[in-house]
């Protein structure tokens, strides 16, 4: 019965949100099992075996030890983090899968369907992913059950739901600042209709709200130290109290955005401390983060050489967008500047679900257009050439858009220019209109030589004289495959190498030397095997309440 729901799914470091298409073809947030439109992105693993995902957890924080729960775990996805809960290692791809099931189950029972009947799902991303945290995402869903799950990046969705039903008066460029819990992008996009397409992105994985909160827990933990007698280290040694700051500064930045100051207490050796925090003072100390944002928005612009005046909107997404210094400090950054802070904490979801209507619309177009060009070639279809295809059917079909991303990080291969002095030779490039397909000539080091070693990196660099060669140093090895070469080789036989990236922004390689070839799906340290999707997806299932 999935097939009749299109589900979107913002998958968010401290609330996540599930979305779908209802009977009058309108994006609409499902309530989870405790009425909420969000569910915190908390797991709590409690002492009888059972896994509470959501409010339940949270509401506990303070009675159990803080070792029983999990949270942020967005912000370590596509590392090799992992956590051992009661003799079991769970990894992030794990851990946000029981996020995932929890939404989808809520859904499942909403809905009057059998628990697992969902099977497919749009999950979105920050722009400023790379391939180990998209393919850890991916991961995530399959091990939640998912067995078709297609990536969009946040501020691509969140242009889709302020797009989608307002597409009078011509094509509009719009700059989404999309502050969440955890991570920040930018992305600026074309919207013409139904199409929606990304100019330029940029972000830094590891900025959002969190940041704040730790921002504030250290004005408060000065405050208390000040009334109480104790010093700062001696507040910051007692686990009782950092943990129960972990929920008071979530809880005074929120009032914060409503108020210009608000108050907190806090029991110490049985003496209730009751404390006062400003707006002014958070916003001072928090003053460097928001500049860093700016500074990025900026940035993105200047790539592209864009001005305010090109921007029609900057639409603020993410919940953390709502704090007021948000708002102020784009405004002075940016004179002019048309801001509208737009459904932030479900327009995300809303757009996911509109982009999986697309999708399962043109599923049988594009199936049968992918079967027309595979049998008239013998190399793998040509991405862009299908994607133009499928992109003329979109046009002219209900319920379907055009959507592509740009690529957020370049990506190359590791060369030496014979002097043994070795460096990534990139072949595609961020802020590419996606999907896309690149070749390039490298030619082995000997003759005879036996075999390569293709080694695939990622890496911030630009498309320009600068970007074509990057230091080692300055490059992240994301997956690797060997080919052998004909026996007759010499140094001057050319190698070629073919990147595809889909719209998804994953990656493909096809290698390609006299009559040998080798096909490659870019794998990453945290690739999981079908075995052990399924292993975990026992374990998500197995004490999930």
């Known amino acids: 019965m999935s097939e009749e729901f299109s589900i979107g799914i913002d998958l968010g470091t401290t609330y996540s949100c599930l979305a779908y298409i ?45 070792d029983r729960f999990v949270l942020d775990i967005k912000r370590k996805m596509g590392t090799d983090y992992s956590v051992d809960i009661d003799g079991i290692r769970y990894t992030p791809p794990t851990l946000s899968g029981l996020i995932l099931r929890k939404l989808l189950k809520d859904f499942e029972e909403n809905h009057g369907l059998d628990e697992g009947s969902v099977k497919s799902a749009v999950i979105t991303v920050p722009a400023y992913f790379g391939q180990e945290e998209r393919e850890a995402t991916v991961n995530a869903g399959r091990i939640a059950g998912l067995e078709e799950v297609t990536l969009l990046n946040e501020p691509t969705a969140a242009a889709i739901c302020f797009g989608f039903g307002n597409n009078q008066g011509g094509p509009k460029k719009v700059l989404v600042y999309d502050l969440g819990g955890g991570t920040f992008d930018v992305t600026v996009l074309q919207i013409d209709g139904k199409s929606f397409t990304a100019i330029a992105t940029d972000g830094q994985r590891l900025m959002g709200g969190k940041d704040w909160d730790a921002a504030l827990k250290q004005i408060i933990i000065g405050k208390i130290a000040e ?62 983060l928001i500049d860093s944002t700016a500074d990025t928005v900026e940035e993105v612009l200047n790539s592209k050489n864009l001005t305010v ?6 639409l603020l997404v993410g919940g953390s967008s709502r704090m007021p210094q948000v708002k102020s400090v784009i405004s002075s950054r940016f004179p002019g500047a048309n801001i509208k802070i737009y459904d932030p904490d479900q327009s995300i979801a809303k757009g996911a679900a509109v982009y999986c209507k697309s999708r399962d619309v043109l599923s049988d177009a594009k199936a049968e257009i992918k079967q027309q060009m595979d049998a008239q070639q013998t190399a793998p279809a040509d991405e862009t050439e299908m994607a133009s295809r499928v992109d003329e059917v979109a046009m002219s079909t209900d319920d379907a858009i055009v959507v592509h991303n740009v690529l957020s990080k370049s990506l190359g291969v590791k060369a030496g220019d014979g002097n043994g002095n070795e460096y990534i030779s990139n072949i595609v490039f961020r802020d590419v209109t996606l999907p896309l397909v690149e070749n390039r000539t490298y030619y082995p080091y000997v003759d005879g030589q036996l075999s390569v070693e293709v080694e695939i990196f990622e890496n911030s660099a630009r498309n320009n004289e600068d970007g074509m060669r990057v230091e080692l140093a300055d490059a992240t090895l994301v997956g690797s495959f060997p080919m052998k070469l004909p026996e007759d080789v010499t140094k001057n036989t050319p190698i070629n190498i073919r990147f595809t ?22 794998k990453t340290k945290t690739s999981m095997t079908d075995e052990e999707i399924r292993k975990y997806r026992g374990i998500v299932e197995h004490g999930l309440i």
């Open 501 to 522: 990236v889909n719209d998804d922004g994953m990656v493909f390689a096809y290698v390609e030397c006299k009559d040998q070839h080798a096909e490659y799906n870019l």
């Open 227 to 288: 009334m109480s007698g104790l010093s700062e280290g001696e507040i910051e040694a007692d686990n009782d109290i950092m943990e129960a700051l972990v929920l008071d500064s979530e809880d005074l930045k929120k009032r914060l955005s409503t108020s210009e100051s608000t108050r907190g207490t806090m029991t110490i050796g049985g003496r209730k401390v009751t404390y006062t925090v400003t707006r002014e003072e958070f916003e001072d100390a928090t003053r460097h």
């Open 22 to 66: 209802d009977d009058n073809n309108e994006p609409v947030v499902e309530r989870n099992y405790e009425h909420e439109d969000t569910t915190p992105s908390v797991i709590l693993f409690n002492d009888v075996g059972e896994k509470l995902v959501g409010s339940s957890a949270k509401d506990m924080f303070l009675m159990y030890s803080s």
């Open 309 to 314: 005046g090109d921007i029609d909107a900057f």
